[in-house]
């Protein structure tokens, strides 16, 4: 598709110099040719009116699992740890319509909400499938979002991931505990580099990537494994790193040294590998990841939510790390909003400490959100701005919508005060795929009773599940709660810099 289109009458977002000045955006098939004075005149071009509206690229989220989409709501008050036992119950036993499903309702959720790309972990137990992940991929190109999908693996379960957590169960737990085995690691990346080999959707739209979910989690051959099938076929690595001090306790009880220590001697470490929360870092840590050109997926609703603590986002860009901000799940986070994360990315800031300049700026998250994201999920500079020569991923914003009354700072407002609610349309590659609020590409009618549906179904079968994993979460509590005590070498308050 070549189609020429003009986006005309709506003012163009600068985020670094904070205004919003009129412009028109040209658009050949999926690229944006040339951002104009307005009423340039644009032989053969379809005119797109974009008048009262404010333009900013579309937002990336550089987090999420699109398996969280019929996990929503589920949990309550669960650290990290007690979401991961819980797990087989949350996630396990779904159909691939279900998957297919889980994938939709996030996907249009983010598109509603301004997202134009994801970097998704999707997961499947006891091991990835291609048809699982082909079927993510179908769900994302159906709806017109660009994605990411990083098949979430492990070779060690969660109770095994601890040490010392399967020792402190009960007998009886601990043997309906064994019972639950993941895929060896040979036949996990068997599967991925089979999906590799035959992909087939458009690249740009919808790529793989690896995730080896928490370094724990992971031998080590499974992750060296993971680091070379990406170099040889160009893709991205996507881990959960230090999102809890547990994690960072059970990484120095493992290994002698921290995570990121470990992943860097295993030569995980480049401008491809894409670290998700990144909390429990000591300076050393950042110092690494700044040095490797690691980006860091940045979760702030997530890490609040689950009690795991805020990351240095500051240190982390002084350190030259890429910084991208993600919602993280919906099974906990719960919505996916990209919007909310910028605003809590800048929020959390502020409470790190009193010195207003190492704050982030919401020119600085707004940044990040965009630019930073699109280096995060490995797309460079193609994608995460209004420029000549990107894709055409455009956020049309109501300006009449509260959220923008008065229009003082641009910026300010999109990222303290726009909620998601002003979102009036949203351009995908040169396609609109949210029109007036109306998704364009898929029937969303049914979505709803399909979830109901599917999670009326998934609850029975997933019962004798739930019922392990809620006899277990008094003994992981007490274990994990335990080592959460102990204190870590980051030695520092939660909320400091
Ligand atoms: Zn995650």
């Known amino acids: 598709m070549n189609e020429r289109q003009v ?63 019929l996990g929503r709501g589920a949990g309550d008050r669960w650290t990290l740890e007690l979401l991961l036992n819980a797990a087989p119950w949350l996630s396990g036993n779904r159909s691939m319509e279900e998957r297919y499903l889980s994938a939709s309702l996030v996907a249009v959720e983010m598109v509603s909400k301004g997202c134009t790309a994801a970097y998704d972990l999707f997961f ?88 080896p979910t928490i370094p724990l989690h992971c031998s080590d051959a499974f992750m060296q494994g993971c680091r070379d099938l990406a170099r040889e076929f160009g893709a991205g690595v996507h881990m959960h790193v230090l999102e809890s001090k547990v994690q960072g306790h059970a990484g120095l009880a493992r290994y002698g040294k921290t995570l990121v220590g470990h992943l860097d001697a295993l030569g ?22 700044g040095d490797r050109g690691v980006a860091v997926a940045h979760n702030p609703g997530s890490n609040m939510r689950l009690g795991n603590g805020i990351a240095r986002v500051r240190k982390m860009l002084d350190a030259r790390v890429t910084v991208g901000i993600g919602t993280d799940g919906a099974n906990c986070s719960d919505n996916q909003n990209v919007f909310e994360a910028m605003r809590l990315a800048s929020f959390a800031s502020r409470i790190q400490g009193h010195d207003p300049s190492r704050w982030l700026g919401t020119d600085e998250v707004l940044d990040l959100a965009t630019r930073g994201g699109a280096k995060a999920l490995g797309f460079g500079d193609t994608i995460g701005r209004l420029a000549p020569g990107a894709k055409a991923d455009v956020v049309f914003l109501d300006l009449g919508h509260v959220n923008f009354i008065p229009l003082h700072d641009p910026v300010n407002l999109i990222v303290h005060a726009e909620d998601g609610t ?30 109901q549906d599917a999670i009326e179904r998934l609850r029975s079968v997933n019962a004798p599940a739930r019922a392990l994993s809620d006899k277990l979460a008094e003994a992981v509590g007490k274990f994990c709660g335990a080592l959460d005590e102990k204190p870590y070498r980051v030695e520092r308050h939660l909320a400091s810099q």
Do not use: C
């Not at 995980?268 to 990841?289: N, Q, V």
């Not at 009036?424 to 969303?444: A, F, N, P, Q, W």
């Open 124 to 211: 499947e137990m006891p091991a990835p499938s291609v048809e699982g992940l082909e079927t993510v991929a179908r769900a994302y190109a159906d709806v017109g979002m660009r994605a990411v999908i990083a098949p979430m693996m492990g070779d060690r379960t969660f109770w095994a991931a601890i040490p010392g957590l399967l020792d402190a169960l009960p007998p009886d737990l601990r043997s309906g505990v064994e019972k639950i085995q993941l895929s060896p690691w040979e036949t996990s990346l068997a599967i991925v580099r089979k999906a590799l080999e035959g992909w087939k959707f458009d690249r740009d739209t919808v790529r793989l990537a690896l995730g």
């Open 422 to 451: 002003a979102v009036e349309s949203v351009m995908i590659g040169g396609r609109m795929v949210l029109d007036h609020r109306r998704i364009t590409t898929i029937d969303t009618s049914r979505l709803a009773a399909r979830a």
């Open 7 to 69: 986006i005309r009458g709506g003012r163009v977002v600068d985020i670094a110099r904070r205004t919003a000045e009129p412009r028109d955006i040209v658009v050949a098939g999926d690229t944006i040719t040339d951002v104009v004075t307005p009423g340039t005149a644009v032989a053969d071009a379809r005119v797109i009116d974009a008048s009262g509206r404010l333009l900013m690229p579309g937002l990336i989220n550089a987090h999420t699992h699109s398996h969280g989409g």
């Open 268 to 289: 995980l470490l480049g401008p491809s590998f894409t670290a998700a929360h990144a909390i429990w870092l000591d300076d050393d840590d950042i110092k690494r990841f």
